[in-house]
């Protein structure tokens, strides 16, 4: 079917419909790639990839080249078959032209190969294609180079030959530019490439990646992503910045009812857990049957393991899902023929086949991976059953002050000044570092609105703690019951009585680790806040400057340096270096820092298509081992966004 490229397709009805069909997509993007934001944006990128990581995992292709060129335009190239450039029967035109210019190509032109890697709407290069200013796909095949044009999903000119190349070669190139007019950014992010890429190619073992940004001046960037491992990598690079329990990472992987299972995992010696679930190479924060079969298959393992070899007493009762998750880190990827997700946000897998799937693959193989390695088995365990004990005694606490808030009626922490309005919408409540900036803080709120809650020094790191100590600790028990919200499963934002939590330290390291130790207990026990935008660092100033009487606040070097720009350098320049929050009065706290019509707020926010990353970004903070700590001085500021209020 290598057919007459030279020969020109009849253009009717078809072409026609096919026009309305990129109309559609051009009116209303939103529905085919979620947004027009930056977000939206990054998507096209991930469209045209999973087209090639598809042929990847066909077996076809090795290697996956992105560039993003110097005028913010990207080019995919891959090493498959190349797109077929013979005339679709139904469609009358060549195969390429099929998948760039109508919806849905695949599927309505389709027979054979299923799409399993899937966009976040799986709607492909034909949309990338209508939300393009132009697009220009190159193939290579059997000696010839094949070349389109489109231009806002429009056809240039019919297929054509347009070079030759090494017979053996064969790929696909794709270069696009979003159209401008269409989205709000079209500025791309390396980084945000950079995390999707690189999760690609943990996902999709012995695939290499390549990812270019031609746009420095000076020097081209140049990444590759290559994992011979996959996902017992992913684990091993999750697990970097902790200590792992025993040296091997376990895996396993098999088949059954057409559902293709992975699994890898590792303890360490924390006490949170990390599991991270994907269909077809998409994340699935919320999971979904797929992990529930491997939690299953985990718990029922372990506790048939430890009742066999009697480190669990006939007396003891069942290690729980959670004693044996505790200080685990996993990832269970799964490739299934038709996802079906459910859920609010459609982000939860429902198939029960995965289920079961993972389960059986899941508990043959750890069984006999317990029996070989009893060493290994006996840690997990040893280290489940103390979890088991922690759990218990944490419990009784938790008991303890539940029935102790039912008794006196949300008895509120004795160190909270309160405010007085009691409509959560207009509150807010600063959480300041100790109690003489706490003190200052006081008397400068504006009452009605904004709550202060001082606490004393270094907050627990719940990352180093048992849940029976967080549960008895002093600051974090003034935090959950000021909030209102409770914590974990009794969780409940409608109860939350304060529209922006404000963490405000000093603007020194000290300040930015206990930011981060108030961060990482959020993250950890109500991540809700932080996904709903409730979580915000004040930004207190580093520097004033008094001269003739006037004042100027700095809140960086080159704030300051602009400010000296415009009044002069000269000896009446009076400038102040704040160390903490405590060498300021109140008076200037509030203007600072604390009024609404003119501090600044970061709000922290989480990027939840990634939140294998932010877990590492807070892991890696919070590691003993020095080198990872400052990693995280850098990586951190992508987990705060600019935002004026
Ligand atoms: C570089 C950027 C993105 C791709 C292929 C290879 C084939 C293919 C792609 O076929 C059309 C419709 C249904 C079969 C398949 C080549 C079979 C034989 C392919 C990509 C054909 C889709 N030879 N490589 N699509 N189907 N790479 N890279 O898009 O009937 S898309």
């Not at 087209?51 to 996956?64: F, K, Q």
């Not at 797109?83 to 109508?102: L, S």
């Not at 899902?321 to 982000?347: C, H, M, N, W």
């Not at 207190?540 to 080159?558: H, Q, V």
Request: hydrophobic residues 35%; proline residues 3%; aromatic residues 8%.
């Amino acid at each position: 079917m290598q057919m007459g490229v030279e020969m020109s397709a009849e253009y009717g009805a078809d072409q026609i419909q096919i026009l309305e069909g990129l109309e559609a997509v051009r009116k209303r993007p939103g529905m085919y790639i979620g947004s027009t934001s930056s977000r939206g944006l990054h998507h096209l990128v991930y469209e045209i990839v999973d087209n090639a990581v598809d042929e990847a995992l066909g077996g076809y292709c090795d290697t996956i080249d992105v560039t993003i060129n110097k005028d913010n335009s990207i080019t995919v190239i891959d090493n498959g078959r190349g797109i077929p450039v013979g005339i679709n029967q139904k469609a009358g035109i060549p195969a390429v032209e099929v998948v760039f210019t109508i919806l849905h190509a695949g599927g309505k032109f389709g027979g054979g190969g299923y799409k399993v890697s899937g966009g976040l709407h799986g709607v492909g290069a034909s949309v990338v294609n209508a939300l393009s200013n132009w697009l220009e796909v190159e193939i290579c095949n059997e000696g010839k180079i094949y070349k389109q044009r489109y231009e806002r999903g429009h056809v240039c000119y019919p297929l054509k030959v347009v070079g030759d190349c090494e017979p053996e070669k064969t790929g696909t190139k794709v270069t696009f530019k979003p159209d401008d007019t269409i989205f709000e950014e079209t500025v791309y992010d390396f980084e945000v490439l950079q995390q999707r890429l690189r999760e690609m190619a943990f996902l999709t073992k012995n695939l290499k990646i390549v990812l270019r940004d031609l746009r420095p001046e000076e020097k081209p960037i140049e990444k590759t992503y290559h994992y011979e491992g996959g996902i017992k990598e992913f684990v091993s690079y999750l697990n970097k910045s902790k200590t792992p329990l025993y040296d091997d990472v376990l895996y396993f992987e098999g088949r059954k009812d057409n559902v293709i299972v992975e699994v890898a995992m590792q303890h360490n010696d924390s006490y949170t857990e990390s599991s991270y679930s994907f269909v077809n190479n998409i994340n699935t924060p919320e999971g979904g049957t797929h992990l529930a079969g491997f939690k299953n298959a985990l718990t029922k393992t372990f506790n048939d393991y430890a009742r066999s070899t009697k480190l669990l007493k006939d007396s003891e009762a069942n290690l729980s899902g959670d004693d044996i998750r505790e200080g685990l880190t996993a990832i269970v990827s799964i490739k299934i023929e038709d996802p079906q997700f459910e859920g609010q946000t459609k982000q939860k897998l429902g198939n029960s086949e995965a289920r079961g799937a993972v389960d059986s693959v899941v508990s043959e193989q750890l069984t006999y991976y317990l029996e070989q390695n009893p060493t290994v088995a006996k840690q997990i365990c040893e280290k489940s059953i103390l979890a088991q004990r922690a759990r218990e005694a944490a419990r009784k606490a938790r008991d303890l002050t539940r029935r102790k808030t039912a008794l006196e009626g949300m008895a509120l922490p004795g160190k909270l000044a309160d405010c007085s309005d009691k409509d959560p919408k207009n509150c807010e409540i600063f959480i300041v570092e100790g109690d003489s900036a706490g003190g200052s803080a006081k008397t400068a709120r504006s009452r009605a609105t904004q709550a202060i809650l001082p606490l004393r020094g270094k907050i627990l790191n719940v990352e180093k703690a048992r849940l029976d100590r967080i549960y008895s600790n002093a600051e974090i028990k003034a935090m959950i019951t000021a909030f209102g919200t409770g914590i974990h499963d009794d969780f409940d934002i409608s109860k939350l009585r304060y529209d922006k939590i404000i963490i405000m330290t000093d603007a020194d390291v000290d300040g930015a680790h206990i930011a981060t130790l108030m961060l990482t207990f959020l993250y950890r026990f109500m991540p809700e806040l932080i996904k709903q935008g409730h979580v915000y660092l004040a930004q207190p100033p580093l520097y004033k400057l008094e001269k003739n009487k006037k004042t100027w606040y700095a809140y960086s070097d080159e704030e300051l340096s602009k400010i000296l720009d415009e009044v002069g350098r000269d000896q009446n320049n009076k400038i102040q270096r704040y160390k903490g929050l405590g060498e300021m009065d109140a008076e200037q706290l509030w203007d600072t820092t604390m009024d609404p019509e003119k501090r600044v707020l970061l709000r922290v926010s989480m990027n939840e298509e990634a939140e294998s990353e932010i877990d590492l970004t807070f892991t890696t903070l919070m590691g003993d081992k020095v080198e990872p700590r400052r990693e995280f001085i850098e990586a951190n500021a992508k987990f705060v966004q600019n935002l004026d209020i």
